[in-house]
């Protein structure tokens, strides 16, 4: 079987945990338990494989070497930020400096999380449109919005 290895990274609290435990078919609960270290969950869905690394993003400054090393080694990197928080959209070029550099031919894309909550929406198609070329997925792991086409996206490697 096909195996996709996938790197979720973003600042702590944007919603990683939230967004696989909802691809696995866990309900949404709304309680915040920070992800320590990282976790490495696997799926399996239409004859394919899929390892989620799911990454802390408190810890992540005392193990950027696993991670780059995860990173090396996976066939797609999400980088999510929070839509409701410009602070995490700011993080994104940190992560993308970091992790994308020493690894030119992995993809990456973008992921707003949190598309349910309306109001503040802070960060704006517009503000995301300084990436134009990596692929951009608006999302809300509370009402599933939009994940499945992330993950027919993600299918696709
Ligand atoms: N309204 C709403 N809340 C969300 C959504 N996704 C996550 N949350 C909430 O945001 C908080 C943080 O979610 P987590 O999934 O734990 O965040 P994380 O990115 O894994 O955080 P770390 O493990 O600390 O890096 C929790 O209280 C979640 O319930 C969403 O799509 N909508
Ligand atoms: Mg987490």
Redesign the pocket.
């Known amino acids: 079987m096909q195996i996709i290895n996938i790197v979720v990274l973003?600042?702590?609290?944007?919603?990683?945990?939230?967004?696989i435990?909802n691809i696995i078919g866990n309900i949404?609960?709304?309680?915040?338990?920070?992800?320590s270290y990282f976790n490495s969950i696997t799926y399996t869905n239409s004859g394919k494989q899929y390892i989620f690394h799911?990454?802390?993003?408190?810890e992540i400054s005392s193990m950027i070497p696993t991670v780059q090393q995860l990173v090396q080694a996976a066939d797609l990197v999400i980088i999510?930020f929070?839509k409701t928080s410009m602070i995490s959209f700011k993080q994104v070029n940190n992560f993308y400096n970091c992790f994308g550099s020493s690894t030119a031919n992995i993809p990456f894309i973008l992921c707003g999380?949190?598309?349910?909550?309306n109001n503040p929406k802070v960060v704006s198609a517009n503000v995301v449109s300084i990436y134009p070329l990596i692929p951009y997925f608006e999302?809300?792991?509370?009402?599933s919005n939009k994940i499945n086409t992330l993950m027919q996206y993600i299918h696709q490697y």
């Open positions: 973003g600042a702590a609290g944007v919603g990683k945990t939230s967004f435990q949404f609960n709304g309680i915040y338990r920070p992800t799911d990454i802390s993003g408190q999510m929070d999380s949190k598309s349910d909550i999302i809300s792991s509370k009402t």
